[in-house]
Protein backbone atom coordinates (compact mmCIF):
# COMPACT_ATOMS: atom_id res chain seq x y z
CA UNK A 1 0.00 0.00 0.00
CA UNK A 2 1.26 3.12 -1.23
CA UNK A 3 2.66 5.76 1.69
CA UNK A 4 0.28 9.13 1.40
CA UNK A 5 3.81 11.24 2.83
CA UNK A 6 4.98 10.28 -0.83
CA UNK A 7 1.95 12.26 -2.44
CA UNK A 8 2.30 15.74 -3.73
CA UNK A 9 -0.75 16.53 -1.57
CA UNK A 10 -1.08 13.53 0.86
CA UNK A 11 -4.22 14.37 2.55
CA UNK A 12 -5.98 14.77 -0.89
CA UNK A 13 -5.20 10.77 -1.78
CA UNK A 14 -5.97 9.74 2.06
CA UNK A 15 -9.54 11.18 1.76
CA UNK A 16 -9.61 9.90 -2.14
CA UNK A 17 -8.49 6.34 -1.21
CA UNK A 18 -11.02 6.27 1.83
CA UNK A 19 -13.67 7.37 -0.88
CA UNK A 20 -12.20 4.81 -3.57
CA UNK A 21 -10.57 2.30 -1.91
CA UNK A 22 -6.68 1.66 -2.97
CA UNK A 23 -5.66 2.38 -6.60
CA UNK A 24 -2.39 0.66 -7.78
CA UNK A 25 -0.48 3.81 -9.95
CA UNK A 26 -1.21 3.70 -13.47
CA UNK A 27 2.32 4.38 -14.40
CA UNK A 28 5.15 6.56 -14.29
CA UNK A 29 6.00 9.70 -15.96
CA UNK A 30 9.28 10.37 -16.07
CA UNK A 31 10.08 14.26 -14.88
CA UNK A 32 9.93 17.03 -17.40
CA UNK A 33 13.64 17.39 -18.66
CA UNK A 34 12.64 20.93 -19.68
CA UNK A 35 14.25 23.95 -16.98
CA UNK A 36 11.92 26.09 -18.75
CA UNK A 37 9.96 26.90 -15.54
CA UNK A 38 12.53 27.15 -13.09
CA UNK A 39 14.28 29.65 -14.84
CA UNK A 40 11.44 31.89 -15.51
CA UNK A 41 10.92 31.66 -11.39
CA UNK A 42 13.83 32.86 -10.81
CA UNK A 43 14.23 35.29 -13.84
CA UNK A 44 11.04 36.57 -12.34
CA UNK A 45 11.54 36.92 -8.91
CA UNK A 46 15.08 38.77 -9.82
CA UNK A 47 13.03 41.10 -12.15
CA UNK A 48 10.71 41.54 -8.88
CA UNK A 49 13.59 42.76 -6.75
CA UNK A 50 15.05 45.08 -9.19
CA UNK A 51 11.56 46.52 -9.73
CA UNK A 52 11.86 47.44 -6.02
CA UNK A 53 14.58 49.97 -6.07
CA UNK A 54 12.62 51.96 -9.28
CA UNK A 55 13.29 55.49 -8.55
CA UNK A 56 9.60 56.58 -9.96
CA UNK A 57 7.35 58.84 -7.88
CA UNK A 58 3.23 59.16 -8.78
CA UNK A 59 1.74 62.44 -8.72
CA UNK B 1 -14.01 54.01 8.88
CA UNK B 2 -16.07 57.11 6.52
CA UNK B 3 -19.51 58.05 7.42
CA UNK B 4 -19.88 60.92 4.52
CA UNK B 5 -22.17 58.12 3.19
CA UNK B 6 -24.61 57.75 5.99
CA UNK B 7 -24.43 61.47 7.65
CA UNK B 8 -27.55 63.66 7.58
CA UNK B 9 -28.08 66.21 5.64
CA UNK B 10 -27.90 69.70 7.35
CA UNK B 11 -30.84 71.37 5.33
CA UNK B 12 -33.57 70.00 3.58
CA UNK B 13 -32.53 68.51 0.91
CA UNK B 14 -32.83 69.23 -3.19
CA UNK B 15 -35.36 67.30 -5.60
CA UNK B 16 -34.33 68.24 -9.06
CA UNK B 17 -36.14 66.72 -12.01
CA UNK B 18 -33.08 65.20 -14.17
CA UNK B 19 -35.12 64.24 -17.47
CA UNK B 20 -34.79 66.16 -20.29
CA UNK B 21 -33.94 69.63 -20.87
CA UNK B 22 -32.43 69.35 -17.59
CA UNK B 23 -28.84 69.92 -18.52
CA UNK B 24 -26.15 68.27 -16.46
CA UNK B 25 -23.69 70.19 -17.91
CA UNK B 26 -25.27 73.62 -17.06
CA UNK B 27 -26.16 72.32 -13.46
CA UNK B 28 -22.51 71.34 -12.73
CA UNK B 29 -21.33 74.32 -14.39
CA UNK B 30 -23.27 76.53 -11.83
CA UNK B 31 -22.51 74.67 -8.59
CA UNK B 32 -18.94 72.78 -9.39
CA UNK B 33 -16.93 75.02 -12.11
CA UNK B 34 -15.08 72.81 -15.09
CA UNK B 35 -14.55 69.59 -13.13
CA UNK B 36 -14.49 66.88 -15.38
CA UNK B 37 -14.65 64.23 -12.96
CA UNK B 38 -17.78 65.21 -11.90
CA UNK B 39 -18.83 65.66 -15.42
CA UNK B 40 -18.06 61.79 -16.15
CA UNK B 41 -20.23 60.58 -13.36
CA UNK B 42 -23.23 62.78 -14.33
CA UNK B 43 -22.97 61.29 -17.87
CA UNK B 44 -22.79 57.42 -16.50
CA UNK B 45 -25.78 58.29 -14.43
CA UNK B 46 -27.63 59.72 -17.71
CA UNK B 47 -26.54 56.65 -19.58
CA UNK B 48 -28.21 54.78 -16.73
CA UNK B 49 -31.88 56.66 -17.32
CA UNK B 50 -31.57 58.86 -13.94
CA UNK B 51 -34.45 60.88 -14.09
CA UNK B 52 -34.73 62.32 -10.24
CA UNK B 53 -31.13 63.77 -8.77
CA UNK B 54 -31.05 64.33 -5.02
CA UNK B 55 -28.92 67.48 -3.55
CA UNK B 56 -27.96 67.59 0.05
CA UNK B 57 -25.27 69.65 2.10
CA UNK B 58 -23.11 67.70 5.21
CA UNK B 59 -20.65 68.35 7.13
CA UNK B 60 -17.30 67.66 6.78
CA UNK B 61 -16.98 64.56 9.38
CA UNK B 62 -15.28 60.80 9.07
CA UNK B 63 -12.24 60.72 6.30
CA UNK B 64 -13.26 64.12 5.41
CA UNK B 65 -12.84 65.18 8.74
CA UNK B 66 -9.35 63.48 8.86
CA UNK B 67 -8.66 65.40 5.79
CA UNK B 68 -9.14 68.50 7.03
CA UNK B 69 -6.78 68.04 10.06
CA UNK B 70 -4.29 66.88 8.01
CA UNK B 71 -4.46 69.90 5.95
CA UNK B 72 -4.20 71.90 9.23
CA UNK B 73 -1.58 70.26 10.84
CA UNK B 74 0.28 71.44 7.44
CA UNK B 75 -0.79 74.94 8.38
CA UNK B 76 -2.87 75.09 5.96
CA UNK B 77 -6.63 76.77 6.29
CA UNK B 78 -9.34 74.39 5.48
CA UNK B 79 -12.58 75.47 3.26
CA UNK B 80 -15.73 75.97 5.91
CA UNK B 81 -18.42 75.18 3.47
CA UNK B 82 -20.28 72.45 4.09
CA UNK B 83 -19.74 69.18 1.43
CA UNK B 84 -22.31 68.46 -1.50
CA UNK B 85 -23.93 65.28 -1.91
CA UNK B 86 -25.37 64.15 -4.85
CA UNK B 87 -27.53 60.95 -5.00
CA UNK B 88 -28.94 59.56 -8.66
CA UNK B 89 -32.16 57.83 -8.84
CA UNK B 90 -33.75 55.93 -11.94
CA UNK B 91 -36.69 56.96 -10.80
CA UNK B 92 -38.81 60.23 -11.20
CA UNK B 93 -40.46 62.00 -7.76
CA UNK B 94 -41.07 65.59 -6.61
CA UNK B 95 -40.68 65.90 -3.34
CA UNK B 96 -38.29 64.36 -0.67
CA UNK B 97 -41.14 62.95 1.68
CA UNK B 98 -41.36 60.28 -1.68
CA UNK B 99 -38.02 59.14 -0.98
CA UNK B 100 -39.63 56.57 1.32
CA UNK B 101 -41.04 54.75 -1.54
CA UNK B 102 -37.83 54.46 -3.00
CA UNK B 103 -35.37 51.35 -3.15
CA UNK B 104 -32.26 50.25 -4.07
CA UNK B 105 -33.65 49.10 -7.63
CA UNK B 106 -33.76 52.81 -8.33
CA UNK B 107 -31.14 54.32 -6.74
CA UNK B 108 -27.61 54.39 -9.03
CA UNK B 109 -25.11 55.49 -6.38
CA UNK B 110 -23.82 59.10 -5.35
CA UNK B 111 -20.89 61.64 -5.50
CA UNK B 112 -19.60 63.51 -2.47
CA UNK B 113 -17.59 66.89 -3.91
CA UNK B 114 -15.84 69.29 -1.52
CA UNK B 115 -13.90 72.73 -1.75
CA UNK B 116 -9.86 72.31 -1.49
CA UNK B 117 -8.06 75.30 -0.38
CA UNK B 118 -6.03 77.13 -1.06
CA UNK B 119 -8.24 78.16 -3.77
CA UNK B 120 -11.63 76.70 -2.99
CA UNK B 121 -11.92 74.28 -6.05
CA UNK B 122 -14.00 71.10 -6.06
CA UNK B 123 -13.19 67.45 -6.29
CA UNK B 124 -15.34 64.57 -6.29
CA UNK B 125 -13.90 63.04 -2.48
CA UNK B 126 -15.66 60.28 -3.07
CA UNK B 127 -18.26 58.45 -5.64
CA UNK B 128 -19.78 54.82 -5.90
CA UNK B 129 -21.68 54.43 -9.28
CA UNK B 130 -23.59 51.31 -10.06
CA UNK B 131 -20.76 48.74 -12.30
CA UNK B 132 -21.21 49.48 -16.16
CA UNK B 133 -23.84 48.41 -18.17
CA UNK B 134 -22.20 46.66 -20.54
CA UNK B 135 -23.16 42.94 -21.20
CA UNK B 136 -19.13 42.25 -21.79
CA UNK B 137 -17.79 44.65 -19.12
CA UNK B 138 -16.22 42.01 -16.28
CA UNK B 139 -15.79 42.95 -12.33
CA UNK B 140 -15.24 40.53 -10.68
CA UNK B 141 -15.90 41.86 -6.89
CA UNK B 142 -17.66 44.92 -6.19
CA UNK B 143 -18.30 45.68 -2.84
CA UNK B 144 -21.84 47.56 -1.13
CA UNK B 145 -21.58 50.65 0.42
CA UNK B 146 -24.82 52.13 2.58
CA UNK B 147 -25.99 55.83 1.39
CA UNK B 148 -28.04 58.21 3.45
CA UNK B 149 -30.32 59.81 1.19
CA UNK B 150 -33.03 62.06 2.31
CA UNK B 151 -33.21 60.36 5.84
CA UNK B 152 -33.35 56.65 4.38
CA UNK B 153 -30.20 54.31 4.07
CA UNK B 154 -29.84 52.72 0.47
CA UNK B 155 -27.37 50.64 -0.67
CA UNK B 156 -25.09 50.30 -4.08
CA UNK B 157 -22.57 48.06 -5.30
CA UNK B 158 -19.86 49.25 -7.21
CA UNK B 159 -15.93 50.09 -6.96
CA UNK B 160 -15.40 53.28 -5.29
CA UNK B 161 -14.18 56.50 -6.89
CA UNK B 162 -11.99 59.25 -4.99
CA UNK B 163 -10.23 62.06 -5.79
CA UNK B 164 -6.67 63.80 -4.78
CA UNK B 165 -6.62 66.78 -2.68
CA UNK B 166 -3.15 67.79 -4.32
CA UNK B 167 -1.91 68.64 -0.79
CA UNK B 168 -1.47 66.01 1.71
CA UNK B 169 -2.64 63.17 -0.87
CA UNK B 170 -2.29 62.44 -4.66
CA UNK B 171 -2.72 60.00 -6.97
CA UNK B 172 -0.90 57.19 -5.88
CA UNK B 173 -3.30 58.07 -2.43
CA UNK B 174 -6.38 57.81 -4.56
CA UNK B 175 -5.56 54.88 -6.32
CA UNK B 176 -4.16 52.62 -3.16
CA UNK B 177 -8.03 53.71 -1.50
CA UNK B 178 -9.40 52.36 -3.98
CA UNK B 179 -7.48 49.11 -4.35
CA UNK B 180 -7.84 48.68 -0.84
CA UNK B 181 -11.19 49.50 -0.51
CA UNK B 182 -12.21 46.57 -3.02
CA UNK B 183 -9.95 43.78 -0.33
CA UNK B 184 -10.03 44.43 2.97
CA UNK B 185 -13.73 44.21 4.99
CA UNK B 186 -14.61 48.14 5.90
CA UNK B 187 -14.30 48.42 2.24
CA UNK B 188 -12.71 51.93 2.89
CA UNK B 189 -9.06 53.38 3.73
CA UNK B 190 -8.66 57.03 4.79
CA UNK B 191 -5.84 58.96 3.27
CA UNK B 192 -4.80 59.92 6.93
CA UNK B 193 -4.32 56.51 7.81
CA UNK B 194 -1.65 56.17 4.86
CA UNK B 195 0.33 58.64 6.02
CA UNK B 196 0.07 57.70 9.59
CA UNK B 197 1.71 54.13 8.45
CA UNK B 198 4.12 56.00 6.08
CA UNK B 199 5.45 58.45 9.10
CA UNK B 200 5.55 55.87 11.19
CA UNK B 201 7.62 53.46 8.46
CA UNK B 202 10.02 56.42 8.60
CA UNK B 203 8.95 57.18 4.73
CA UNK B 204 6.60 60.29 5.69
CA UNK B 205 4.65 61.93 2.47
CA UNK B 206 6.23 65.05 1.71
CA UNK B 207 3.59 68.14 1.27
CA UNK B 208 2.46 68.22 -2.17
CA UNK B 209 5.11 65.18 -3.57
CA UNK B 210 3.88 62.37 -4.98
CA UNK B 211 4.17 58.91 -3.82
CA UNK B 212 7.34 56.68 -4.67
CA UNK B 213 6.64 52.54 -4.90
CA UNK B 214 8.46 52.47 -1.75
CA UNK B 215 5.73 53.85 -0.05
CA UNK B 216 3.03 52.60 -2.18
CA UNK B 217 4.60 49.26 -0.75
CA UNK B 218 5.32 50.16 2.24
CA UNK B 219 1.32 50.90 3.09
CA UNK B 220 0.77 48.03 1.21
CA UNK B 221 2.79 45.37 3.39
CA UNK B 222 1.62 47.33 6.95
CA UNK B 223 -1.93 46.20 5.61
CA UNK B 224 -0.64 42.54 4.97
CA UNK B 225 -1.62 42.85 1.43
CA UNK B 226 0.24 40.45 -0.65
CA UNK B 227 1.68 41.97 -4.46
CA UNK B 228 3.67 41.54 -7.51
CA UNK B 229 5.54 44.59 -8.43
CA UNK B 230 7.01 44.67 -12.24
CA UNK B 231 8.53 47.76 -13.32
CA UNK B 232 8.95 47.87 -17.27
CA UNK B 233 11.60 50.32 -17.90
CA UNK B 234 10.28 53.21 -21.24
CA UNK B 235 12.41 51.72 -24.06
CA UNK B 236 13.71 53.59 -27.02
CA UNK B 237 12.64 51.79 -30.29
CA UNK B 238 16.00 49.88 -31.20
CA UNK B 239 16.55 49.02 -27.86
CA UNK B 240 16.40 45.01 -27.56
CA UNK B 241 18.38 44.54 -24.15
CA UNK B 242 16.46 43.63 -22.20
CA UNK B 243 14.85 40.92 -24.40
CA UNK B 244 15.91 37.99 -21.81
CA UNK B 245 14.46 39.33 -18.35
CA UNK B 246 11.39 38.40 -17.30
CA UNK B 247 9.94 42.24 -18.85
CA UNK B 248 8.70 40.16 -21.65
CA UNK B 249 6.13 38.93 -19.90
CA UNK B 250 3.51 41.80 -21.22
CA UNK B 251 2.10 43.98 -18.45
CA UNK B 252 -1.14 43.19 -19.07
CA UNK B 253 -0.42 39.94 -18.04
CA UNK B 254 0.01 41.06 -14.96
CA UNK B 255 -2.84 43.07 -14.37
CA UNK B 256 -4.81 40.40 -15.90
CA UNK B 257 -3.41 38.10 -13.15
CA UNK B 258 -5.04 39.71 -10.40
CA UNK B 259 -7.59 41.16 -12.36
CA UNK B 260 -9.42 37.42 -13.01
CA UNK B 261 -9.27 36.51 -9.47
CA UNK B 262 -11.55 39.32 -8.03
CA UNK B 263 -7.77 41.72 -7.10
CA UNK B 264 -7.33 44.95 -8.05
CA UNK B 265 -3.82 46.02 -9.76
CA UNK B 266 -2.11 49.05 -9.55
CA UNK B 267 -0.57 50.71 -13.05
CA UNK B 268 1.58 53.46 -13.18
CA UNK B 269 2.82 55.01 -16.03
CA UNK B 270 5.04 57.77 -17.04
CA UNK B 271 3.32 60.83 -18.83
CA UNK B 272 5.68 62.69 -21.03
CA UNK B 273 7.13 66.35 -18.68
CA UNK B 274 4.53 65.39 -16.32
CA UNK B 275 6.49 62.38 -14.19
CA UNK B 276 4.23 60.12 -13.58
CA UNK B 277 0.49 58.87 -12.67
CA UNK B 278 -0.93 55.64 -11.40
CA UNK B 279 -4.46 54.34 -11.24
CA UNK B 280 -6.62 51.56 -10.14
CA UNK B 281 -7.35 48.52 -12.67
CA UNK B 282 -10.22 46.52 -11.73
CA UNK B 283 -11.48 44.93 -14.42
CA UNK B 284 -11.85 44.31 -18.12
CA UNK B 285 -13.66 43.69 -21.07
CA UNK B 286 -13.84 40.38 -23.37
CA UNK B 287 -14.43 40.11 -27.17
CA UNK B 288 -15.39 36.46 -28.07
CA UNK B 289 -15.25 37.24 -31.20
CA UNK B 290 -11.36 38.96 -30.97
CA UNK B 291 -9.20 37.10 -33.62
CA UNK B 292 -6.23 35.40 -32.78
CA UNK B 293 -3.58 34.97 -35.28
CA UNK B 294 -1.94 30.96 -35.06
CA UNK B 295 1.12 32.77 -35.00
CA UNK B 296 4.71 33.29 -32.24
CA UNK B 297 3.13 36.70 -31.30
CA UNK B 298 -0.85 34.87 -29.86
CA UNK B 299 1.77 32.46 -27.70
CA UNK B 300 2.85 33.17 -24.41
CA UNK B 301 6.59 31.89 -24.03
CA UNK B 302 7.54 30.17 -20.69
CA UNK B 303 10.56 29.25 -22.51
CA UNK B 304 11.69 27.59 -25.60
CA UNK B 305 9.52 24.57 -24.86
CA UNK B 306 6.81 25.61 -22.99
CA UNK B 307 3.96 27.70 -24.36
CA UNK B 308 0.63 28.16 -24.00
CA UNK B 309 -2.26 31.03 -25.29
CA UNK B 310 -2.96 32.82 -22.44
CA UNK B 311 -7.00 33.79 -21.84
CA UNK B 312 -6.11 37.51 -21.60
CA UNK B 313 -5.76 37.27 -25.24
CA UNK B 314 -9.47 38.10 -25.77
CA UNK B 315 -9.73 41.21 -23.54
CA UNK B 316 -10.12 44.27 -25.65
CA UNK B 317 -9.44 46.67 -22.50
CA UNK B 318 -9.03 47.37 -18.85
CA UNK B 319 -11.35 48.88 -16.74
CA UNK B 320 -9.50 51.61 -14.03
CA UNK B 321 -10.50 54.91 -12.77
CA UNK B 322 -8.84 57.51 -13.09
CA UNK B 323 -8.70 59.94 -10.48
CA UNK B 324 -8.11 62.99 -12.63
CA UNK B 325 -11.06 62.48 -14.76
CA UNK B 326 -13.71 60.34 -13.56
CA UNK B 327 -15.02 56.00 -12.72
CA UNK B 328 -15.04 53.46 -15.08
CA UNK B 329 -13.22 54.09 -17.87
CA UNK B 330 -11.74 51.23 -20.24
CA UNK B 331 -8.45 51.44 -20.74
CA UNK B 332 -7.51 49.81 -24.31
CA UNK B 333 -5.26 47.06 -24.05
CA UNK B 334 -2.10 48.02 -25.95
CA UNK B 335 -2.60 51.67 -25.30
CA UNK B 336 0.69 52.05 -23.36
CA UNK B 337 3.61 51.08 -25.11
CA UNK B 338 7.25 50.85 -24.19
CA UNK B 339 7.59 53.93 -24.72
CA UNK B 340 6.05 54.78 -21.34
CA UNK B 341 7.74 53.78 -18.51
CA UNK B 342 5.24 51.43 -17.00
CA UNK B 343 4.82 49.75 -13.59
CA UNK B 344 2.62 47.39 -12.20
CA UNK B 345 1.67 47.05 -8.60
CA UNK B 346 -0.81 43.35 -9.05
CA UNK B 347 -2.90 42.34 -6.01
CA UNK B 348 -3.41 39.25 -5.10
CA UNK B 349 -5.10 37.41 -2.11
CA UNK B 350 -3.76 37.15 1.53
CA UNK B 351 -2.92 33.93 1.69
CA UNK B 352 -1.62 33.41 -1.78
CA UNK B 353 2.53 32.80 -1.51
CA UNK B 354 3.02 33.10 -5.29
CA UNK B 355 0.55 35.17 -7.96
CA UNK B 356 -1.13 33.89 -11.33
CA UNK B 357 1.78 34.37 -13.85
CA UNK B 358 3.87 31.59 -11.80
CA UNK B 359 0.91 29.54 -11.39
CA UNK B 360 0.16 29.56 -14.67
CA UNK B 361 3.46 28.50 -15.76
CA UNK B 362 3.82 25.62 -13.39
CA UNK B 363 0.22 24.37 -14.64
CA UNK B 364 1.48 24.48 -18.22
CA UNK B 365 4.63 22.74 -16.85
CA UNK B 366 2.42 19.78 -15.43
CA UNK B 367 0.21 19.87 -18.71
CA UNK B 368 2.99 18.91 -20.65
CA UNK B 369 4.43 16.46 -18.04
CA UNK B 370 0.42 14.64 -18.78
CA UNK B 371 1.08 14.90 -22.54
CA UNK B 372 1.39 11.19 -22.82
CA UNK B 373 -1.63 10.45 -20.72
CA UNK B 374 -3.40 12.61 -22.70
CA UNK B 375 -2.12 11.23 -25.95
CA UNK B 376 -3.20 7.41 -24.55
CA UNK B 377 -6.52 8.86 -24.01
CA UNK B 378 -7.18 10.57 -26.99
CA UNK B 379 -7.31 6.74 -28.11
CA UNK B 380 -11.01 6.41 -26.59
CA UNK B 381 -12.11 9.84 -26.01
CA UNK B 382 -12.07 12.48 -29.11
CA UNK B 383 -11.57 15.49 -26.75
CA UNK B 384 -8.46 14.54 -25.13
CA UNK B 385 -7.35 13.56 -29.01
CA UNK B 386 -8.13 17.29 -29.86
CA UNK B 387 -6.39 18.64 -26.13
CA UNK B 388 -3.11 16.24 -27.43
CA UNK B 389 -3.41 17.66 -30.65
CA UNK B 390 -3.13 21.07 -29.63
CA UNK B 391 -0.60 19.82 -26.85
CA UNK B 392 1.78 17.88 -29.36
CA UNK B 393 1.09 18.88 -32.64
CA UNK B 394 0.26 22.39 -32.78
CA UNK B 395 2.96 23.04 -30.09
CA UNK B 396 1.08 24.41 -27.41
CA UNK B 397 -1.95 25.86 -29.09
CA UNK B 398 -4.34 25.05 -25.71
CA UNK B 399 -5.47 28.00 -23.61
CA UNK B 400 -4.66 28.47 -19.75
CA UNK B 401 -7.34 30.68 -17.31
CA UNK B 402 -5.29 31.05 -13.90
CA UNK B 403 -7.54 32.19 -10.77
CA UNK B 404 -7.34 32.22 -7.42
CA UNK B 405 -10.23 30.75 -5.42
CA UNK B 406 -10.84 28.82 -2.14
CA UNK B 407 -11.57 25.26 -1.68
CA UNK B 408 -15.48 25.84 -1.11
CA UNK B 409 -15.63 28.00 -4.10
CA UNK B 410 -13.53 25.68 -6.77
CA UNK B 411 -15.85 22.41 -4.73
CA UNK B 412 -18.99 24.25 -5.95
CA UNK B 413 -17.96 25.04 -9.40
CA UNK B 414 -17.29 21.59 -9.63
CA UNK B 415 -20.63 20.57 -8.40
CA UNK B 416 -22.12 22.62 -10.89
CA UNK B 417 -19.89 21.33 -13.87
CA UNK B 418 -22.04 19.74 -16.88
CA UNK B 419 -20.69 17.77 -19.68
CA UNK B 420 -22.33 17.90 -23.11
CA UNK B 421 -24.32 15.43 -22.59
CA UNK B 422 -25.29 16.52 -19.45
CA UNK B 423 -23.16 14.22 -17.21
CA UNK B 424 -22.00 15.49 -13.81
CA UNK B 425 -19.04 14.63 -11.51
CA UNK B 426 -19.31 12.02 -8.81
CA UNK B 427 -21.20 13.01 -5.56
CA UNK B 428 -18.23 10.97 -3.92
CA UNK B 429 -15.48 12.27 -5.70
CA UNK B 430 -16.89 16.11 -4.83
CA UNK B 431 -16.28 14.43 -0.82
CA UNK B 432 -13.17 13.26 -0.95
CA UNK B 433 -11.68 16.31 -2.79
CA UNK B 434 -13.65 18.84 -0.40
CA UNK B 435 -12.12 16.88 2.53
CA UNK B 436 -8.78 16.68 1.00
CA UNK B 437 -8.00 19.98 -0.99
CA UNK B 438 -5.60 23.04 0.70
CA UNK B 439 -7.73 25.48 1.49
CA UNK B 440 -6.25 28.26 -1.31
CA UNK B 441 -6.00 27.06 -5.02
CA UNK B 442 -4.48 28.35 -8.25
CA UNK B 443 -6.77 26.95 -10.74
CA UNK B 444 -5.55 26.79 -14.43
CA UNK B 445 -7.90 25.93 -16.77
CA UNK B 446 -7.10 24.32 -19.90
CA UNK B 447 -9.26 24.81 -23.00
CA UNK B 448 -8.67 25.27 -26.69
CA UNK B 449 -8.70 28.61 -28.70
CA UNK B 450 -11.88 27.13 -30.37
CA UNK B 451 -13.78 26.72 -27.42
CA UNK B 452 -12.33 29.34 -25.28
CA UNK B 453 -13.81 32.22 -26.69
CA UNK B 454 -16.96 32.32 -28.08
CA UNK B 455 -18.34 28.93 -25.80
CA UNK B 456 -16.55 29.98 -22.36
CA UNK B 457 -16.00 25.78 -22.15
CA UNK B 458 -12.87 24.05 -20.95
CA UNK B 459 -11.45 20.47 -20.92
CA UNK B 460 -10.57 20.73 -17.09
CA UNK B 461 -8.47 22.31 -15.32
CA UNK B 462 -4.24 21.79 -13.05
CA UNK B 463 -4.94 22.74 -9.68
CA UNK B 464 -1.91 24.32 -7.18
CA UNK B 465 -1.91 24.57 -4.04
CA UNK B 466 -1.97 28.72 -3.31
CA UNK B 467 -0.72 28.54 0.25
CA UNK B 468 3.09 26.81 -0.94
CA UNK B 469 5.50 28.60 -1.92
CA UNK B 470 7.16 28.14 -5.50
CA UNK B 471 9.84 26.30 -5.86
CA UNK B 472 11.92 26.46 -8.98
CA UNK B 473 12.55 22.79 -8.62
CA UNK B 474 10.47 20.17 -10.41
CA UNK B 475 9.56 18.55 -6.74
CA UNK B 476 5.86 18.36 -6.90
CA UNK B 477 5.94 20.71 -4.08
CA UNK B 478 2.70 23.10 -5.28
CA UNK B 479 0.76 20.49 -7.26
CA UNK B 480 -2.53 19.26 -5.93
CA UNK B 481 -4.07 17.50 -8.76
CA UNK B 482 -5.08 17.63 -12.40
CA UNK B 483 -8.36 17.10 -13.97
CA UNK B 484 -8.29 16.19 -17.40
CA UNK B 485 -12.24 15.85 -18.93
CA UNK B 486 -13.21 12.44 -17.25
CA UNK B 487 -9.86 11.74 -15.36
CA UNK B 488 -8.67 13.42 -12.45
CA UNK B 489 -4.61 12.70 -11.81
CA UNK B 490 -2.76 12.89 -8.59
CA UNK B 491 0.77 12.76 -8.36
CA UNK B 492 2.94 10.36 -6.37
CA UNK B 493 6.91 11.30 -6.01
CA UNK B 494 10.11 8.73 -6.75
CA UNK B 495 13.20 9.21 -7.01
CA UNK B 496 13.01 8.98 -11.39
CA UNK B 497 10.01 9.62 -11.74
CA UNK B 498 6.05 10.75 -11.21
CA UNK B 499 4.20 8.17 -10.20
CA UNK B 500 0.39 8.71 -11.22
CA UNK B 501 -2.70 7.70 -9.69
CA UNK B 502 -6.04 8.37 -11.54
CA UNK B 503 -9.91 8.41 -10.51
CA UNK B 504 -12.52 8.68 -12.45
CA UNK B 505 -14.68 12.32 -12.40
CA UNK B 506 -17.05 11.15 -15.44
CA UNK B 507 -17.40 14.13 -17.69
CA UNK B 508 -16.08 12.81 -21.03
CA UNK B 509 -17.14 16.71 -22.38
CA UNK B 510 -16.18 19.87 -22.20
CA UNK B 511 -18.31 22.09 -19.03
CA UNK B 512 -18.40 25.76 -18.22
CA UNK B 513 -15.33 27.60 -16.81
CA UNK B 514 -15.25 28.96 -13.58
CA UNK B 515 -17.70 31.62 -13.02
CA UNK B 516 -16.13 34.48 -11.51
CA UNK B 517 -19.71 35.92 -10.11
CA UNK B 518 -19.10 33.15 -7.51
CA UNK B 519 -16.52 35.14 -6.33
CA UNK B 520 -18.91 38.16 -5.62
Known sequence: MATYSNFSCPILIQKLQEQYGYQEKKEDLPFRKSRDVSEFIKAKEESEKKSHSAKVVFK | ?520
Not at chain 2, 95 to 118: E, M, R, V, W
Request: charged share 20%.
Open chain 2, 1 to 520: MSDLRTASAIDVPQVIDAKPAFSNFSFIESLFGNLDSIRRIFSQVRFLGYKTLIVEHIDSVGFSKEDDLDLQSEGISIVLDPLVRVSFFRNEFKNIADITSQDNSSFLGYAILKKIPPDGHWIVFESVIISPRHDNNYLHKLRKYNVNVGGKLFNVKGILYCQQNSLTNVCAHAALRTCISIITPPADFSYSLMNKILRDGGKPHVLKQGLSIEQIVLILENLNIKYSLQVFPRKLSQDSSDKTQVNEIPYQSFLYSSIESGYPALLGFSLEELGAHIIPVFGHTFNQDTWVPKAKTSYFEVGKDTRYVPSETWVSTYICHDDNFGSYYCLPRNYLTNENEITVIALRPFNAEFDAILAEAIAADYLYTLKPIIHKEGETNEWAKRLDGAINQKGGWFVLRTLCMSVEEYIEHLRLLKGWGNETIPTKLLSALSAGLPKLLWVAEVSLPELFPANKRKLGEIVLDAGKVATPKPDLANFVLARILNKVYCFERSKENIGLVEYDAEIKTHTDLFSTQILN
